[in-house]
């Protein structure tokens, strides 16, 4: 299997690492370290730093954030001493990894943070263009859930004109948002009927 992937066994490699550094529950350990209610059975039933807000502890939520971030960064950097493909593996097998973890039966986060943390990781540019259309959707409409697919669909969209050496990049953050769309859909589904929550919405 590793002749077919970039980097070829080291690639393969790095996929795993980057999927098992994903799949970490960061929000589920931290909650449950805390001592508060199983994240999985409220709100969104998410293991990602919305739903832990939902338990009042915004501590708790900052630092899922900056670790589920973390966990798609350190791989990438990791495997980049392998080259560009195996880097690029490291950050999709996160990516994967944190929405689908195994040891949550593959019920996982929607993969904004982790998505952020594989830009800083691989395209630190991409990570500026993400914040600006986030932060410029985010003015306009309130809609956090409306930002971040946004910001997830001009990402790959610049990728293609913007970075240098081959499609693997462009193709991989095309992939990924397609991912975090599908795990977005309820908020999809919502934002088009009306009744997504807003961005300092109590209730």
């Known amino acids: 299997m590793g002749e077919f992937l970039p980097g070829g066994m080291a690639g393969l490699l790095a996929l795993v ?3 098992l550094s994903g799949s970490i529950p960061f929000g589920l350990i931290l909650t449950r370290l805390a001592g508060t209610v199983d994240i999985r059975e409220i709100g969104s039933k998410s293991i990602g730093a919305t739903n832990v807000l939902r338990t009042g502890r915004r501590d708790l939520a900052a630092a899922t954030v900056l670790l589920d971030a973390l966990k798609g960064t350190i791989p990438v950097l990791i495997a980049m ?3 560009i493909g ?3 593996l490291a950050g999709v097998g996160a990516f994967i990894g944190h929405l689908y973890p195994v040891w949550l039966k ?3 986060g929607k993969g904004v943070a982790t998505y952020i943390g594989v830009l800083l990781g691989l395209w630190w540019p991409g990570l500026l263009i993400f914040a600006v259309v986030w932060l410029t959707v985010a003015f306009v409409t309130r ?3 409306a930002s971040a697919l946004a910001a997830s669909v001009v990402v790959p969209v610049s990728s293609f004109f913007l ?3 081959g499609m693997l990049l462009p193709l991989a953050l095309s992939g990924m948002a397609v991912l975090l769309w599908i795990r977005h859909r309820a908020n999809i589904e919502r934002l088009l009927a009306g009744t ?3 961005i300092g919405q109590k209730g």
């Open 17 to 19: 690492l980057g999927y």
């Open 163 to 165: 970075v240098k050496g």
């Open 86 to 88: 195996p880097a690029v």
């Open 143 to 145: 809609y956090s859930s």
């Open 196 to 198: 997504e929550g807003k």
């Open 106 to 108: 593959f019920a996982g």
């Open 81 to 83: 001493k392998w080259g």
